[in-house]
């Protein structure tokens, strides 16, 4: 992966193995173009002036050229009287060198001057190219720390997303524990509907029973004031269908009454159920509390991620909206069982009033039996008593009319506390159903768990994958650092040898002032080429 960046005075190539510097800006080429044109404009003046010079000059007294036997008296010695070989220079030949030597001296020092200026400039130009690479290196530093911070955040966001995780399984686990609970309730309001069909055909035979007897009774009243016979048919039917009949009802009456303490253990299973239930609720209703902090906590390190926690911030606020719903099911599911219970408060209310009109059906029936007991003794005894028999008939009669007002009134308490009981159905089919979305909104929250893990697991591979980067860039960083201090160093050196070049050219402007100084009077006085100089001199 390549990608070019133009920063400051230069451009960089970032690669997969480091920065390379592979564009300066226009100024430092054409700098650097023009130093080495300097420098060949320079090395080629003083190749021609040495052309010149050894030209003209190779022979020239001037040169001072000694045989070999006199070097070892030394440099600026009066050479020995010799034949002159060549003829000395003319006036304007020796102008023609001077104003020679002069312009190439000017051209040197100018390009030593522009050599000079140039140096500067790309010195300039690599010093902002220096600029640059520290920015670059606080940029890269930066980089690094964001990099190690993503880093950190990831990992956090992994680990929540791991405790979300268990605390859905919690939740799950709680909803099956919940929805067993509520699958007994309903198993035991079915019974309890069972036992009050039951109860209701116990109660229908009752009253049919104390109809009969009602009957029996009328007709016994109804008999007694015609004949004795009467009174022994009473007899007879009080020992035979009467005494049968009230133990039957009082046999019934014990079964109600069995049967309604079964149903008052019923209820109060219930209500022990129910109050599981609510503690089960209270549960849920802290786990989705839980929930929504925990997303709340996933949101906040999403805002800290910036762009790259965008995505964690719609997952958390998804979470938060789950919990939330989680909560209002929850109150919805807890207002429910509350109802339950104040309805099956109701229904032990009524149960234990029921119990206690058998209590006194019981207590009646008993009464109707020693009633009819002594009926029988009676008339075996007198038919005298006849009158009294019909009294007594009459005052069981009132008592049998009682019985069967209570038995309607339990059959209509039976019919309440079967309302009840639909009820209570009705409702534990709503938690089932409750349940049953929860399970569902859990499902959901393991998926989209699941779905953030590999996100999670995705940003953590880009953010090392960034960190990587991010160090190759610092290691590049450092040898572009390193280049442009040897390249300032180098750059130094030219204007050093820059220097050199100008003091050169003022050395040599100064030998041709003294040579003309030392020229001038012969040849202002001779037309003719100058004679030989009375002394010779070495050029060191």
């Not at 009459?394 to 039976?414: P, Y």
């Not at 409750?434 to 779905?451: D, P, Y």
């Not at 300032?488 to 040898?497: D, M, T």
Request: proline share 2%.
């Amino acid at each position: 992966m390549l990608r070019l960046i133009t920063i400051g005075a230069g451009s960089f190539l970032f690669t997969a193995g480091g920065i390379l510097l592979v564009e300066t800006s226009g100024n430092a080429f054409s700098t650097v173009k023009l130093i080495a044109a300097s420098a060949a404009i320079t090395a080629a003046n003083l190749a021609l002036f040495g052309l010149s010079i050894g030209k003209r000059w190779l022979n020239s007294p001037l040169l001072g050229l000694n045989p070999p036997e006199e070097e070892a008296r030394g440099p600026l010695l009066p050479p020995e009287p010799a034949e002159l070989t060549q003829p000395p220079l003319s006036a304007e030949e020796t102008e023609e060198i001077a104003a020679s030597v002069r312009s190439i001296a000017s051209t040197i020092r100018r390009t030593a001057g522009a050599q000079s200026v140039l140096v500067d400039e790309v010195s300039a130009s690599v010093m902002e190219i220096s600029r640059s690479i520290g920015s670059i290196a606080e940029d890269a530093d930066q980089l690094l720390s964001s990099a190690e911070t993503a880093s950190s955040a990831t990992q956090q966001i992994s680990a929540t997303i791991k405790e979300v995780a268990t605390t859905t399984e919690s939740l799950d686990t709680a909803a099956d524990t919940i929805q067993s609970a509520v699958n007994q309730i309903a198993s035991s309001l079915k019974q309890v509907t069972a036992n009050l069909v039951l109860l209701a055909e116990l109660t229908g035979s009752a009253g049919s029973s104390a109809a009969r007897i009602d009957n029996a009774i009328k007709d016994i009243s109804d008999h007694a004031r015609d004949q004795a016979d009467i009174a022994r048919d009473v007899k007879d039917t009080a020992a035979t269908s009467g005494l049968d009949a009230v133990e039957s009802t009082k046999q019934g009456m014990e079964r109600i009454r069995e049967e309604v303490f079964t149903t008052n253990a019923s209820i109060e299973s219930l209500s022990s159920r129910s109050e599981q239930i609510g503690e089960i609720v209270a549960v849920i209703r802290d786990v989705a509390d839980e929930t929504n902090l925990l997303a709340l906590n996933a949101t906040i390190l999403a805002a800290q991620s910036g762009e790259h926690g965008k995505a964690f911030a719609v997952i958390a606020d998804k979470i938060r909206a789950l919990a939330r719903r989680s909560a209002d099911s929850t109150k919805a599911i807890g207002e429910i069982i509350r109802q339950v219970q104040r309805d099956i408060q109701r229904a032990g209310k009524s149960v234990k009033r029921s119990i206690v009109e058998v209590d006194n059906g019981v207590t009646l029936s008993t009464s109707a039996a020693n009633a009819l007991t002594e009926i029988v003794t009676k008339a075996e005894t007198s038919l005298e008593m006849a009158l009294e028999v019909e009294a007594s008939i009459a005052t069981q009669s009132k008592n049998v009319e009682l019985n069967a007002s209570a038995i309607r009134n339990f059959d209509r308490m039976s019919g309440d506390i079967k309302k009840a009981v639909t009820k209570q159905s009705q409702s534990a089919d709503a938690i089932v159903r409750g349940v049953k979305e929860l399970r569902s909104g859990t499902a959901f929250v393991k998926q989209t768990i699941s779905e953030q893990a590999i996100t999670s697991e995705s940003i953590a591979e880009v953010v090392n994958e960034v960190f990587q980067r991010s160090q190759v860039i610092a290691h590049g960083n450092n040898e572009q650092s390193q280049v442009a201090q040897s390249m300032l160093a180098a750059l130094a050196s030219v204007e050093e040898e820059a220097g050199t070049t100008l003091a050169l050219c003022d050395d040599l402007e100064s030998a041709i002032s003294a040579m003309e100084r030392k020229e001038a009077p012969r040849c202002k006085e001779e037309e003719t080429p100058c004679v030989e100089p009375e002394e010779s001199y070495y050029l060191t």
